[in-house]
C-alpha cells in the first residue's frame, strides 16, 4: 500500500494488487457542512446518473452494462462515496465516466425523482421496524443532520428546490477533502497520469475541518408510536458512545460482539431468545460517525413482552458494567471481531473502500493492522470501564406496538 497525491493535493491509496482481472475505484469526498434541508443529500444522490451534459441516462446505463462496468454512488451524513468497478483495460474509460458523472450531472428529472423518493419513503415507513428506527434515531439526533431520517425528510422535502440541490453540491466539491482509493492489478505511472488528467483540475481542500456540529444528549428520552396493527413490537435502546478515533474504539467492538453482534453467542441472544423465548431476532449495533458513535439494542417481540424485553436489556447492561468478562468469552470475542476483518479485503472493491474510508476518518490507510493489534490488546478491566462510561449517559429508548400494550406499562419502561 502506498499513499500519494495528485498535483491539487487530492489524497491517492494504491493498493496493488496482482493478478486480478478487476480494479477497483472508491472516491470520498469528506462533507465539511451539513445539507441545508432534510434530503437535499438523498435528491442529490438519486440524480447523479440521471444524464449528463454530454449522456443521457439511457447512454450511461448502456455504457456500464455494455462494457461490464460498476458504478454508483452513496451519500452519508459526513460523505459523499463514488465506487467503480471494471476490468482492468477499461480503467481509463472508467474514470472518464465517473468523472463526468461527478462534474458535469445535469441534475435531470429532479421533480420525478422528488416524488419517486416521497412514494418509496412512505412504503418502506409501512414496515413497523423501519418505523421504529426512523423515530429511534430521530429523537437519539434531535436538531442534528444525523436525525435527517425519512420522516424528517418528509417534512422539509416540498420546500427543496433544484437550485439548492445545484448549490449544495456546488458546496461539495468546492469545500470537501477528497481521496482517491484504488485497488488492483495496475501500473502505477500509468495509473496516477490518468487519475491527473481526470481528477487533477478538482478543488482540494487542503484547509479542512468538518463544521458539522457535535452531538450531544442531555437527558434520557422515550420515543413511543403507537400503531394498532403491528403484530410485533419493535424496541430499541440506545446510546451515544466513542468512535473512530477513540481510545475506546477496539473496546467497543469487543463489547459489542459480547452482547450482542457475534449471533448465536452473544448475551443477549442466549439470554433473551434461548433461554426467555422472547424473540427470534436480538441484537446489538455499534456505529461510529465522524463525530460520535451510537450503540443500540433491538429486539422484535410479543408486545404482551414489552417490559420483559426492556427489563431484559437492563440485566445484560447491569452485568458488563460490574462483571469482568472472563478469559475464555473475551478471547472469544476477539476472534469473532478479527475474523470477521478477513471479510473486508476479500476483493478488490472491499479493499478501495475500507482503505479509502480509515483515510477519510483521519485514522491513516494502513490503519487495519494497528485496529488488529488494539483488539489483541483489550482487556476484561477495559470492557468493565468502557461500559460503564457508555451505559452511565443519557440514553433513547424507542418503542412501537399497538397501544394496549404500550399504555400499561409506559411509566415503568424508561
Given at each position: 500500500?502506498e499513499?500519494?497525491?495528485?498535483?491539487?493535493?487530492?489524497?491517492v491509496?494504491?493498493?496493488e494488487?496482482?493478478?486480478?482481472?478487476?480494479?477497483?475505484?472508491?472516491?470520498?469526498?469528506?462533507?465539511?457542512?451539513?445539507?441545508?434541508?432534510?434530503?437535499?443529500n438523498?435528491?442529490?444522490n438519486?440524480?447523479?446518473?440521471q444524464g449528463?451534459?454530454k449522456?443521457?441516462?439511457?447512454?450511461i446505463?448502456?455504457?456500464?452494462?455494455e462494457?461490464?462496468?460498476?458504478?454508483?454512488?452513496?451519500?452519508?451524513a459526513?460523505?459523499?462515496?463514488?465506487?467503480g468497478?471494471?476490468?482492468?483495460e477499461?480503467?481509463d474509460y472508467?474514470l472518464?465516466?465517473?468523472?463526468?458523472?461527478?462534474?458535469?450531472?445535469?441534475?435531470?428529472?429532479f421533480?420525478?425523482?422528488?416524488i419517486?423518493?416521497?412514494?418509496e419513503?412512505?412504503?418502506?415507513?409501512?414496515?413497523?421496524?423501519?418505523?421504529?428506527?426512523?423515530t429511534?434515531?430521530?429523537?437519539?439526533?434531535e436538531?442534528h443532520?444525523y436525525?435527517?431520517?425519512?420522516?424528517?425528510?418528509l417534512?422539509e422535502?416540498?420546500?427543496?428546490?433544484?437550485?439548492?440541490?445545484?448549490?449544495d453540491y456546488?458546496?461539495?466539491?468546492?469545500?470537501?477533502?477528497?481521496?482517491i482509493?484504488?485497488a488492483?492489478d495496475?501500473?502505477?505511472?500509468?495509473?496516477?497520469?490518468?487519475?491527473?488528467?481526470?481528477?487533477?483540475?478538482?478543488?482540494?481542500?487542503n484547509?479542512?475541518?468538518?463544521?458539522?456540529p457535535?452531538?450531544?444528549?442531555?437527558?434520557d428520552?422515550?420515543?413511543i408510536?403507537?400503531k394498532?396493527?403491528?403484530?410485533?413490537?419493535?424496541i430499541l435502546?440506545?446510546w451515544?458512545?466513542?468512535t473512530?478515533?477513540?481510545?475506546?474504539?477496539?473496546t467497543?467492538?469487543?463489547?459489542n460482539?459480547?452482547?450482542g453482534?457475534?449471533?448465536?453467542?452473544?448475551r443477549l441472544?442466549l439470554?433473551l431468545?434461548e433461554?426467555?423465548?422472547?424473540?427470534?431476532?436480538?441484537?446489538t449495533?455499534f456505529?461510529?460517525?465522524a463525530?460520535?458513535?451510537?450503540?443500540?439494542?433491538y429486539i422484535?417481540?410479543?408486545?404482551?413482552?414489552?417490559?420483559?424485553?426492556?427489563?431484559?436489556?437492563k440485566?445484560?447492561?447491569?452485568?458488563?458494567?460490574?462483571?469482568?468478562?472472563?478469559?475464555?468469552e473475551?478471547?472469544?470475542?476477539?476472534?469473532?471481531?478479527?475474523?470477521?476483518?478477513?471479510f473486508?479485503?476479500?476483493?478488490?472493491?472491499?479493499i478501495?473502500?475500507?482503505?479509502?474510508?480509515?483515510?477519510?476518518q483521519?485514522?491513516?490507510?494502513?490503519?487495519?493492522?494497528?485496529?488488529?493489534?488494539?483488539?489483541?490488546?483489550?482487556t476484561?478491566?477495559?470492557i468493565?470501564?468502557c461500559?460503564?462510561?457508555?451505559?452511565?449517559?443519557?440514553?433513547?429508548?424507542?418503542v412501537?406496538?399497538p397501544?394496549?400494550?404500550?399504555?400499561p406499562?409506559?411509566?415503568?419502561?424508561?
Open positions: 500500500m499513499k500519494t497525491q495528485l498535483n491539487n493535493g487530492i489524497t491509496i494504491l493498493n494488487n496482482k493478478n486480478t482481472p478487476r480494479v477497483a475505484v472508491t472516491f470520498y469526498l469528506c462533507l465539511q457542512n451539513s445539507e441545508k434541508k432534510a434530503g437535499e438523498v435528491i442529490l438519486r440524480l447523479f446518473l449528463t451534459e449522456r443521457s441516462a439511457e447512454d446505463a448502456i455504457e456500464t452494462e462494457n461490464a462496468i460498476e458504478l454508483y454512488s452513496e451519500m452519508k459526513d460523505y459523499l462515496r463514488f465506487k468497478l471494471c476490468l482492468n477499461d480503467f472508467m472518464e465516466l465517473m468523472e463526468d458523472i461527478m462534474l458535469h450531472s445535469t441534475l435531470k428529472d421533480d420525478k425523482e422528488v419517486k423518493l416521497k412514494g419513503i412512505g412504503a418502506e415507513l409501512d414496515s413497523p421496524k423501519t418505523k421504529a428506527n426512523d429511534y434515531y430521530k429523537t437519539l439526533f436538531n443532520p436525525g435527517n431520517t425519512y420522516t424528517k425528510i417534512e422535502i416540498d420546500s427543496i428546490k433544484k437550485e439548492d440541490v445545484k448549490a456546488d458546496d461539495i466539491l468546492a469545500t470537501s477533502k477528497k481521496i482509493s484504488v488492483g495496475f501500473d502505477r505511472e500509468k495509473l496516477m497520469n490518468v487519475l491527473e488528467k481526470h481528477f487533477g483540475k478538482m478543488t482540494q481542500n484547509d479542512f475541518s468538518s463544521k458539522i457535535n452531538v450531544t444528549l442531555e437527558k428520552k422515550l420515543a408510536v403507537e394498532d396493527d403491528a403484530k410485533q413490537a419493535q435502546e440506545g451515544l458512545c466513542p473512530y478515533s477513540d481510545k475506546e474504539y477496539a467497543l467492538c469487543v463489547m460482539s459480547i452482547l453482534s457475534s449471533g448465536l453467542s452473544s441472544f439470554e431468545r433461554k426467555q423465548g422472547l424473540a427470534y431476532t436480538v441484537r449495533v456505529e461510529p460517525k463525530k460520535c458513535g451510537t450503540f443500540s439494542i422484535g417481540t410479543e408486545p404482551k413482552n414489552i417490559k420483559t424485553a426492556i427489563d431484559g436489556f440485566v445484560e447492561i447491569e452485568k458488563i458494567k460490574t462483571i469482568p468478562v472472563g478469559e475464555e473475551l478471547n472469544n470475542a476477539k476472534n469473532n471481531v478479527i475474523g470477521k476483518r478477513g473486508y479485503f476479500e476483493t478488490n472493491a472491499l478501495s473502500s475500507v482503505t479509502g474510508m480509515y483515510e477519510a483521519g485514522l491513516g490507510c494502513d490503519y487495519e493492522e494497528k485496529f488488529i493489534n488494539s483488539i489483541k490488546n483489550v476484561s478491566e477495559d468493565l470501564k461500559a460503564q462510561k457508555c451505559f452511565s449517559a443519557p440514553k433513547v429508548l424507542a412501537l406496538a397501544e394496549k400494550f404500550i399504555t406499562v409506559k411509566n415503568q419502561i424508561l
